[in-house]
Each structure stands twice: as structure tokens, then as C-alpha cells.
């Protein structure tokens, strides 16, 4: 086999999601040092955690320039949807994940059933309120099994 280039990864996160990649991404012969930030002690056992917390989009692009990170991945839903791929790539950097705007299907339940219902994709019949005592009286009116999310 050839030479492979090599590149540091910076994981975005501290959770299982985070510890799952980061042992996928120790599995790779092009990967040649993880951080993680914030991190875990489990990320900690395989890479290098770094005391950065996932929504504090400036600290981790700044990180990532001065220690050329080739690949970010992010994996929780906040600093997705605060823009950190925007960001990213707005910075020349890579990075893998939805943009601000795509990270608005996830991170929002009232812009997803919105999004649906506009461009008729199937799903469950929903409401949105403002107003508690609105909701209270919905949901002792609404059919059952029903389904209580908060949005943001």
C-alpha cells in the first residue's frame, strides 16, 4: 500500500454520538489525530479532548485554523443550527454536517411540520402555540395517542 495522507479531525460534541465517531474515525488510515470538544472520558481514552464548549462557534473555527484541522464533524444539534458549518465554510475549512438553514429541520419541531405540510410530505396532524392555556385546552381536546414536543 502507498502513502496516505494524513489529516487531524476535530469532532464537535461530548456525548455517545461523539464517542461513537470518534472510534470510527480512529479506524481510518488517513486520520492522524482526533480532538474532540468539548469531549468525554471515553473520547478522552481515544483522542484528545479540548476544553471548548460545541456552541462557542469562534473558539472552534479559531482552533481549527491555527491547528490546520483537515475535517470537522459535528454531531449535536445547537451549534448546527447556530451555523457552525456556515462558518466553517465561509473560512476555506472542511466540515461535515447540515448548514444553519438544513440544521432547521432538526433542531426545530415547528419549522420541520411546517416544512412538511408545505411541501406535502406525510405526517402526523400537529398544532403550534404561543399561548399555554391554548395548548392546555388542545391537548384536552385532541385525539389520543398525542405527541407534546417543545420547540427551541
Not at 22 to 28: D, G, I, R
Not at 89 to 104: E, N, S, V, W, Y
Not at 128 to 145: G, I, K, L, S, W
Given at each position: 500500500m502507498?502513502?496516505v495522507?494524513?489529516?487531524?479531525?476535530?469532532v464537535?460534541?461530548?456525548?455517545?454520538?461523539?464517542?461513537?465517531?470518534?472510534?470510527?474515525?480512529?479506524?481510518?488510515?488517513?486520520v492522524?489525530q482526533i480532538?474532540?470538544?468539548?469531549?468525554n472520558?471515553?473520547?478522552?481514552?481515544?483522542?484528545?479532548?479540548?476544553?471548548?464548549?460545541?456552541?462557542?462557534?469562534?473558539?472552534?473555527?479559531?482552533?481549527?485554523?491555527?491547528r490546520?484541522?483537515?475535517?470537522?464533524?459535528v454531531?449535536?444539534?445547537?451549534?448546527?443550527?447556530?451555523?457552525?458549518?456556515?462558518?466553517?465554510?465561509q473560512?476555506?475549512?472542511?466540515?461535515?454536517?447540515?448548514t444553519?438553514?438544513?440544521?432547521?429541520?432538526?433542531?426545530?419541531?415547528?419549522?420541520?411540520?411546517?416544512?412538511m405540510?408545505?411541501?406535502?410530505?406525510p405526517?402526523?396532524?400537529?398544532?403550534?402555540?404561543?399561548?399555554?392555556?391554548?395548548?392546555?385546552?388542545?391537548?384536552?381536546?385532541?385525539?389520543?395517542p398525542?405527541?407534546?414536543?417543545?420547540?427551541?
Amino acid at each position: 500500500m502507498g502513502f496516505v495522507d494524513q489529516i487531524d479531525v476535530l469532532v464537535v460534541g461530548g456525548g455517545g454520538r461523539e464517542h461513537t465517531l470518534v472510534w470510527a474515525l480512529s479506524q481510518s488510515a488517513r486520520v492522524n489525530q482526533i480532538f474532540v470538544a468539548p469531549g468525554n472520558a471515553g473520547t478522552g481514552m481515544i483522542a484528545t479532548n479540548v476544553p471548548i464548549r460545541d456552541t462557542d462557534i469562534q473558539a472552534l473555527l479559531n482552533f481549527s485554523l491555527e491547528r490546520k484541522i483537515g475535517l470537522t464533524v459535528v454531531g449535536p444539534e445547537v451549534p448546527l443550527a447556530a451555523g457552525i458549518v456556515d462558518a466553517f465554510q465561509q473560512a476555506g475549512l472542511r466540515i461535515f454536517g447540515p448548514t444553519k438553514a438544513a440544521a432547521q429541520l432538526e433542531a426545530s419541531k415547528a419549522f420541520a411540520k411546517d416544512f412538511m405540510q408545505r411541501h406535502h410530505i406525510p405526517t402526523a396532524a400537529y398544532a403550534t402555540f404561543n399561548d399555554y392555556e391554548a395548548a392546555v385546552d388542545y391537548v384536552r381536546q385532541a385525539n389520543r395517542p398525542l405527541v407534546v414536543k417543545a420547540d427551541g
